[in-house]
């Protein structure tokens, strides 16, 4: 039912921009807030950027803020990352994740993730 898919993941090299995208579908999109996460190999997963359900409101990680930009289409159950002046500590597998609570109860969803490999 619940789908989270992201694309636009690829190889690029330093300086360069990516445009990540997450599909979202099985849910109330528009009540959701809505994050991208990135784990690289021998690191935790870790919080690049969330973004409230109405778009109000956004927050970047330290390392990224400047660089990239959450953004969301409710119209079309979407969810972006634009990435600029990729570095090669951004190399990870980014996630898209939901997050929302209806009767008490808090519901989480993830995507499949999409590899980012920033290298000359």
């Known amino acids: 039912q619940v789908q989270l898919v992201e694309s636009g993941g690829g190889l690029v090299q330093p300086g360069g921009s990516l445009r990540l995208s997450c599909a979202a579908s099985?849910?109330?999109?528009?009540?959701?807030?809505m994050s991208w996460y990135r784990q690289a190999p021998g690191k935790e997963r870790e919080l690049v950027a969330r973004i409230t359900s109405a778009g109000g409101s956004t927050n970047y990680a330290d390392s990224v803020k400047g660089r990239f930009t959450i953004s969301r289409d409710n119209a079309k159950n979407t969810l972006y990352l634009q990435m600029d002046s990729l570095k090669p500590e951004d190399t990870a597998i980014y996630y898209c994740?939901?997050?929302?609570?209806?009767?008490?109860?808090?519901?989480?969803?993830w995507g499949q993730g999409t590899q980012v490999t920033v290298s000359s």
């Open positions: 099985g849910f109330t999109f528009s009540s959701y807030a």
């Open positions: 994740n939901a997050v929302g609570r209806s009767w008490g109860t808090m519901y989480a969803y």
